[in-house]
């Protein structure tokens, strides 16, 4: 299993551009999320998704989308960056109900 | 909203050494995670605390949960260097619902 997957992992934007990062899973899991790390502050929910077709809001949801139509997959669209977005994003899956979170090798992303 | 804090957020100390982290929560969870993480790496899970009066030990590490004070803690003993990496604590924000609210990370250094 190649467990979860992250593309790309690094990035530069310029303000205003949008892009999607990916993140792929396959290990059957029901649960998938996005955080954002920033330095001194831990991990911060985005948004997470408990199946697919079903998606919610994190702690920091402003500026970005998300959408699950598989289990696999669950891509978070940047609609327009912005330099507060600059940071590393890790994508998380796990199993329904006691299961501890795996997490993806992140994507680092500069926004000029 | 549900806070978690972990203290000391930086944690210099010999080898040979026992320390403690501390990670306090403000509202009602029975779950609680633990995780490390390597300069430059993604997240690794270390423990998974379901249940108030929980204690899990893998090697020099052992977690404890203890609900009612809303305090886990993350005991190091005879510290040995492959051991710094920051650690994070997590917990629920929705019962269940892998909605996890990180702590801001301890910075462990240990030093021959």
């Known amino acids: 299993n190649a467990g979860v997957t992250q593309t790309p992992k690094f990035q530069v934007l310029k303000t205003g551009q949008s892009m999607t990062l990916q993140c792929a899973q396959d290990m059957n899991h029901e649960y998938m999320s996005w955080y954002r790390q920033d330095p001194g502050m831990g991990l911060r929910l985005i948004h997470y998704s408990v199946g697919a077709g079903i998606t919610d809001q994190g702690e920091v949801p402003n500026g970005y989308n998300v959408s699950r139509s598989t289990t696999e997959d669950f891509p978070l669209r940047l609609l327009s960056a912005a330099p507060s977005q600059t940071s590393v994003y890790f994508c998380?899956?796990?199993?329904?109900?006691?299961?501890?979170?795996?997490f993806g090798p992140g994507t680092r992303l500069l926004v000029l | 909203e549900l806070k978690v804090e972990q203290n000391p957020l930086f944690l210099s100390m010999q080898e040979g050494k026992n320390y403690t982290i501390y990670c306090n929560y403000s509202?009602?969870?029975?779950?609680l995670y633990w995780y490390r993480q390597d300069p430059g790496k993604s997240l690794e899970s270390l423990f998974v605390?379901?249940?108030?009066?929980a204690v899990k030990q893998e090697g020099r590490l052992m977690a404890s949960l203890d609900t009612k004070a809303r305090l886990s803690t993350l005991h190091i003993t005879a510290a040995v260097h492959d051991l710094s990496a920051t650690y994070f604590c997590a917990v629920d924000w929705v019962q269940g619902a892998q909605k996890l609210v990180f702590g801001q990370g301890t910075r462990l250094t240990i030093n021959p």
């Open positions: 509202t009602t969870s029975d779950r």
């Open positions: 605390l379901l249940s108030n009066g």
């Open positions: 998380a899956s796990s199993p329904a109900g006691l299961g501890t979170q795996y």
